[in-house]
């Protein structure tokens, strides 16, 4: 089993930048590919970025350019760098391995609004 924990979100104003981090504990060899992932009100999660164990990336069309995923293996954590964040970048974000998926964290909070 793999408990993740995420952290870093807030109120940001548009244009604003903010770093998230995602902690892995557990068993955590098992996780190769990691993604981040996004849910807004009313609407189904979404994967917004992936990376693998050896660090190649991919990222949505919706965030491409204005994010960065990155990774630490020897920290078990995983980073989402947001910069020119918009009103629609609002959701609670999550990090979860792409296969299998774990149990999902509490997710951390997104605000963009002036």
């Known amino acids: 089993q793999v408990q993740l924990v995420e952290s870093g979100g807030g109120l940001v104003q548009p244009g604003g930048s903010l770093t998230l981090s995602c902690v892995a504990s557990?068993?955590?060899?098992?996780?190769?590919?990691m993604g981040w992932y996004r849910q807004a009100p009313g609407k189904q999660r979404e994967l917004v970025a992936t990376?693998?164990?050896?660090?190649?990336?991919n990222y949505a069309d919706s965030v491409k350019g204005r994010f960065t995923i990155s990774r630490d293996n020897a920290k078990n954590t995983v980073y989402l760098q947001m910069n020119s964040l918009k009103p629609e970048d609002t959701a609670v974000y999550y990090c979860?391995?792409?296969?299998?998926?774990?149990?999902w964290g509490q997710g951390t909070q997104v605000t963009v609004s002036s």
């Open positions: 979860n391995a792409l296969a299998p998926q774990q149990p």
């Open positions: 557990g068993s955590t060899s098992r996780l190769n590919s």
């Open positions: 990376i693998t164990r050896g660090g190649t990336t």
